[in-house]
């Protein structure tokens, strides 16, 4: 399944750039997030807790940052394991833009699922994927409009 946005930021494209490789913004953007730890320059370990229609499970994976073009793109590839519930996987092309005292943040995303989540139905899992990965956009530019105003 493929996703789309896009997303105006109140904050400079270096902010940002930085802000999309720091665990901490990104452990308080991702959609149940409970850990996020960088294991390295480009690589972090997470567990994230999610609620797909009636099937409630914790995800333990791992998060690559690469093709990093400091500061106007890179790709975010992560997989996690969901016990007997599946797994999923999928990564974002991100690109940033310079717009004003701004930045505009496009992405385009992937995802696939297995296990007892793959048979909830594609439209379930789809508008999920999609609310999931808009709220983590939302999520990323509230953080960053919140902080330019302290």
């Known amino acids: ?10 904050a400079p494209i ?5 802000a999309i490789q720091t665990p901490e913004i990104l452990r308080n953007a991702i959609p149940g997030c409970e850990e996020l730890d960088k ?3 480009t ?3 997470a ?4 609620k797909i229609g009636p099937v409630k499970a914790k995800f ?3 998060v690559e ?3 990093l073009n400091a500061p106007h793109s890179l790709k975010i590839q992560g997989e996690g394991k969901g016990g007997i519930a599946g797994f999923a996987k999928g990564g974002a092309d991100v690109q940033l833009a310079e717009d004003g005292d701004g930045t505009i943040l496009t992405y385009r995303a992937s995802a696939q699922v297995g296990g007892k989540i793959a048979q909830l139905g594609s439209r379930l899992i789809q508008s999920t994927a999609a609310k999931l990965a808009d709220k983590f956009f939302a999520n990323l530019r509230d953080q960053l409009a919140s902080e330019k105003k302290d």
Do not use: C, H, N, P
């Not at 399944?1 to 109140?10: H, L």
């Open 65 to 67: 940052l690469q093709d």
């Open 60 to 62: 333990a994976g791992e």
């Open 39 to 41: 294991t390295s320059d």
């Open 47 to 50: 567990k994230v807790a999610l």
């Open 1 to 10: 399944m493929d996703m789309s946005g896009e997303y105006r930021i109140e």
């Open 14 to 18: 270096d902010v940002v750039w930085i």
């Open 43 to 45: 690589e972090m370990a």
